[in-house]
């Protein structure tokens, strides 16, 4: 609607049609195409920068709390293998202390044969 009225308003007043006008409404124009590309540029790298930063925070977020759950597996692992041995532990020390095993008579300490 504005260009219809533009171009009206230029065939009535031809004075104003003149070469420097166009130069100027063209300088106008593509400042103002600068101008939206400028902002359009700035908003895509403000973007980008913002999911690459928040990218790199979650995925450090992530790796720790992967590290924490391993190494908390492998203390219980730990754990559970420190009372396992402590159950053998007491085992062989009931055992050595029996009088079968002290008497140190093979035939008597031997295990039976499974036939």
């Known amino acids: 609607m504005?260009?219809?009225?533009?171009?009206?308003?230029?065939?009535?007043n031809p004075r104003w049609n003149a070469q420097i006008n166009k130069k100027y409404y063209s300088f106008k124009w593509r400042s103002r195409n600068l101008l939206l590309l400028l902002i359009v540029v700035i908003l895509s790298i403000s973007i980008s920068a913002t999911a690459v930063t928040s990218y790199k925070i979650v995925k450090g977020l992530l790796l720790d709390s992967i590290?924490?759950?391993a190494l908390l597996k492998t203390r219980q692992g730990e754990d559970d293998i420190d009372n396992w041995l402590a159950i053998r532990k007491t085992e062989i020390k009931t055992l050595a202390n029996s009088v079968v095993v002290r008497s140190l008579d093979w035939p008597v300490m031997e295990p039976p044969r499974s036939s």
Not at 2 to 12: A, H, Q, S, Y
């Open 67 to 69: 590290k924490e759950q």
């Open 2 to 12: 504005m260009l219809k009225l533009r171009k009206v308003w230029l065939k009535i």
